[in-house]
């Protein structure tokens, strides 16, 4: 009970230092996920170039992208910011009518004040990317020397730890973590592409609104499992209604098209694709959510998942910290290899699974 206790308090004193120390872990953490999906295209270029020119030539390409993004990020809010108050306005006269029309509570309109949430939301959203841009020449800093350090990595730990069994076992870590978090990274950003483009195009053809503005806002918070698409189809929803009432069809139409993007993407496509790489629990998700969204705000909460994923892994390969992994994670591993075992009930004794790395061989010698 007390060690339960003592790791409580200590999760708790760790967040506490992670959120007051944010303007330096942030940038960090952004930087090692950037160079986990950078690596691969350092490496493709340096097997014509030199490295030194290889991370140059990346690093180029990605403030080229982040700059492109940016300046369409920002005209896009800076558009739609500046006639938010015309919907408003619209809604607060469609409400009325309907309060007319059916008879409502007049204090309905206290109520569905969503429109003032929408215009805060809008403008928190934006202030968390400035804030975020403010700090982009670090992360751009820690990317650099990260890899450029890249290949020292590996004869670093053969000096640091002498014993072979123990380099072993870290470097099957680190692997497995790097493997697990890029995979996990590239397919999301291809099913968040996907489903950005199709949003965007859905959209144009019913003559919503700015659309590219929506489908790269789909983009974006599709990397916030569950509660980003969620916000977004109530948004798109909420949208069509204001700029399309009383005529009903556009709004059915987006009403029936977003939720099946959603669905299609989110429920389909996604696990399929995902497999069971990314083997942790719904609940683990949303409290990750939670977690480091109350450290580090919506930054925070894109991070959540590789976070989460980085942590179940490491707990999987600490003998004291491994059920701490199995409470982690969905079942979907632990029962694929239950029916494996099942299948062939010769591999009960058979060496584990990619998913757990190698133990002390000095050990096995004992």
């Keep these: 009970m007390n060690t339960v206790l003592l790791g409580i308090l200590t999760l708790i004193a760790l967040g506490a230092v992670l959120h007051v120390m944010q303007l330096v872990f942030l940038p960090l953490v952004i930087a090692v996920l950037l160079s986990f999906i950078l690596t691969p295209l350092v490496t493709h270029f340096n ?38 108050g015309y919907y408003q306005d619209r809604f607060s006269i469609i409400i009325n009518e309907l309060v007319l029309r ?14 003032g949430s929408l215009r805060t939301g809008v403008y928190n959203i934006s202030i968390s990317f400035v804030n975020f841009a403010g700090q982009l020449i670090i992360v751009l800093f820690f990317v650099v020397f990260m890899l450029l350090e890249n290949p020292l990595s590996e004869r670093k730990m053969k000096m640091a730890f002498p014993k072979l069994s123990v380099q072993t076992r870290l470097s099957a870590i680190i692997k497995k973590i790097t493997s697990q978090i890029a995979r996990y990274l590239t397919v999301k950003l291809g099913i968040s592409a996907a489903t950005g483009a199709l949003v965007a195009l859905c959209l144009y053809f019913i003559g919503l609104d700015f659309y590219l503005m929506w489908g790269f ?16 189809m109530i948004a798109t929803i909420l949208m069509s209604f204001i700029q399309f009432y009383p005529e009903w069809n556009p709004i059915l139409a987006t009403l029936i098209t977003m939720p099946l993007i959603q669905m299609i993407f989110g429920n389909f496509l996604d696990p399929k694709l995902q497999g069971n790489q990314l083997d ?18 919506i930054p925070g909460m894109f991070l959540a998942v590789p976070l989460a994923e980085a942590i179940k892994i490491i707990c999987a390969n600490i003998e004291t910290l491994e059920p701490v992994s199995i409470l982690m994670s969905s079942g979907k591993a632990l029962n694929t290899r239950r029916r494996k075992k099942k299948n062939n009930p010769e591999t009960d004794n058979a060496e584990p699974e990619s998913s757990e790395l190698p133990v002390d061989s000095e050990n096995k010698e004992k």
Excluded: C, H, Q
């Design 217 to 232: 806002l789909a983009i974006l918070f599709n990397f916030i499992p569950n509660i980003g698409s969620t916000v977004i």
């Design 102 to 115: 059916y008879n409502l509570p007049d204090d309905i309109l206290e109520l569905m004040e969503i429109s």
């Design 280 to 297: 942790l629990s719904p609940v683990i998700i949303l409290v990750s959510l939670v977690f480091w969204g109350w450290i580090w705000g």
């Design 47 to 84: 097997k014509k170039i030199s490295r030194t020119l290889a991370v140059l030539l990346v690093i180029i390409i990605l403030i080229v992208v982040l700059y492109v993004i940016g300046w369409f990020f920002y005209t896009s809010i800076t558009s739609f910011i500046s006639v938010i």
